[in-house]
């Protein structure tokens, strides 16, 4: 099956500081998502994004899909931001037609 | 206005008793989905579920098994519980595109 990689693993930020999360992945895909999983374990919809860039207050992502990567960017970071962030990929007609996801970066932010 | 929601949030169970999780979502989608997240973060699919045909992931135990009463609702029932099945499991559906997630319901066998 289709592999989904996330780096880094583990992000320690300053609040106010900007970060890219990374996610590549083995195969073509029809559909990638983000999510940030908040300290109370919700799964919040960041971005539907199979290719192109999209722009959301201060979170933007941008999916190169003939190579394989989306990228995730968080300019001026505050402690809400702090929670895991997951890359999910879907490829139609693959097993039970889900999302795959990687493991995650986990990003604290420190005030 | 809740899209995709899960009753319980939490489940405190013994091993070898018999429960369930109930989803529904009023977002009209054709295509539900269960998802187990494990103690290091990681989400797995479980089943998915679209106008009646269910696609089940191959590593699921049969003690797991999906009911469909309607288009809106897709309950999880587990069987036999045991240590291993402690997890969060998210419930999520779909109408061919963005997928949206249920809060989450944080099972525990003691």
């Known amino acids: 099956g289709i592999q989904v990689e996330q780096s880094p693993p583990d992000l320690i930020l300053q609040e106010g500081a900007n970060s890219t999360l990374r996610c590549n992945f083995s195969d073509s895909v029809n559909n990638l998502q983000w999510f940030h999983q908040n300290p109370w374990g919700q799964l919040i919809n960041l971005f539907y994004?199979?290719?192109g860039t999209k722009q959301n207050g201060r979170l933007s992502a941008t999916t190169v899909a003939t190579e394989r990567y989306s990228l995730l960017y968080i300019s001026s970071s505050q402690t809400t931001d702090s929670g895991v962030y997951f890359c999910?990929?879907?490829?139609?007609?693959?097993?039970?037609?889900?999302?795959?996801f990687g493991k995650g970066t986990h990003l604290i932010i420190q005030p | 206005d809740t899209a995709v929601s899960q009753t319980p949030k939490y489940l405190v169970t013994q091993m070898g008793n018999d429960k369930s999780i109930k989803c529904e979502q009023n977002l009209g989608h054709d295509t539900m989905y269960w998802y187990k997240q494990d103690s290091k973060k990681f989400l797995k699919i479980m089943f998915s579920y679209n106008n009646k045909e269910l696609i089940i992931n191959e590593t699921v135990p049969n003690r797991f098994s999906p009911k469909s009463p309607d288009k809106a609702h897709l309950n999880l029932h587990i069987n036999s519980l045991e240590l291993g099945d402690s997890a969060v499991y998210f419930c999520a559906s779909t109408q061919a595109g963005e997928k949206y997630f249920g809060p989450g319901t944080r099972l525990t066998v003691t």
């Open positions: 994004i199979p290719s």
């Open positions: 999910a990929v879907w490829e139609s007609g693959g097993g039970a037609d889900g999302l795959t």
